[in-house]
T-cell receptor, first 114, second 109 residues
Framework: DAGVTQSPTHLIKTRGQQVTLRCSPKSGHDTVSWYQQALGQGPQFIFQYYEEEERQRGNFPDRFSGHQFPNYSSELNVNALLLGDSALYLC?????????????FGSGTRLTVV | SQKIEQNSEALNIQEGKTATLTCNYTNYSPAYLQWYRQDPGRGPVFLLLIRENEKEKRKERLKVTFDTTLKQSLFHITASQPADSATYLCALEGGKLIFGQGTELSVKP
């Protein structure tokens, strides 16, 4: 059973550019959350999608946007990239009912903005 | 604002000893508290979840306690092994996960 799949694994972008990261959730999971993790820090919640709608959002600017598709996969878009956006971006999937099984994380996309 | 803190310094212990990691939080009443393990360059891996009405939870060599009065959780690894070396993350859950900064554990043979 495949877990959470993220693509690409690594990405280098220039300041001001736009980037799209992709996530396929674990089979049977219907909720996708995105996190940003800076080096040496814990993951920071960006937003969560359920039934193709943004259900919750963390303290991130509107440059960060997302989408969930009918097959539960998701995209994270970041516009007007800043150097400070360099981080590991993690996707986590879960079941809305049955969160007692925890969240399943992908291995992340390492984004470097130069 | 909600705040969650873990042991700020790395924890170095000898193989076979018990590792104890601390997680303290303020301004929050989580429904669940979760612990994750993270290896370098990888995503966090779920280990254990404890509910607000539970005092203790065990899974093999792992034990978690949850004191909602003290707003603290302790995470124990008994009979530690070098393979247990990783960063351990505490997370509060109330519809989303709020993570601590993690504690790096190193188990020496």
């Amino acid at each position: 059973d495949a877990g959470v799949t993220q693509s690409p694994t690594h990405l280098i972008k220039t300041r001001g550019q736009q980037v799209t990261l992709r996530c396929s959730p674990k089979s049977g999971h219907d909720t996708v959350s995105w996190y940003q993790q800076a080096l040496g820090q814990g993951p920071q919640f960006i937003f969560q999608y359920y039934e193709e709608e943004e259900r919750q959002r963390g303290n991130f600017p509107d440059r960060f946007s997302g989408h969930q598709f009918p097959n539960y996969s998701s995209e994270l878009n970041v516009n007007a990239l800043l150097l400070g956006d360099s981080a590991l971006y993690l996707c986590a999937s879960s079941m809305t009912k049955g969160r007692s099984n925890g969240y399943t994380f992908g291995s992340g996309t390492r984004l470097t903005v130069v | 604002s909600q705040k969650i803190e873990q042991n700020s310094e790395a924890l170095n212990i000898q193989e076979g000893k018990t590792a104890t990691l601390t997680c303290n939080y303020t301004n929050y009443s989580p429904a669940y508290l979760q612990w994750y393990r993270q290896d370098p360059g990888r995503g966090p891996v779920f280990l254990l979840l404890i509910r607000e009405n539970e005092k203790e939870k065990r899974k093999e060599r792992l034990k978690v306690t949850f004191d909602t009065t003290l707003k603290q959780s302790l995470f124990h690894i008994t009979a530690s092994q070098p393979a247990d070396s990783a960063t351990y993350l505490c997370a509060l859950e109330g519809g989303k996960l709020i993570f601590g900064q993690g504690t790096e554990l190193s188990v020496k043979p």
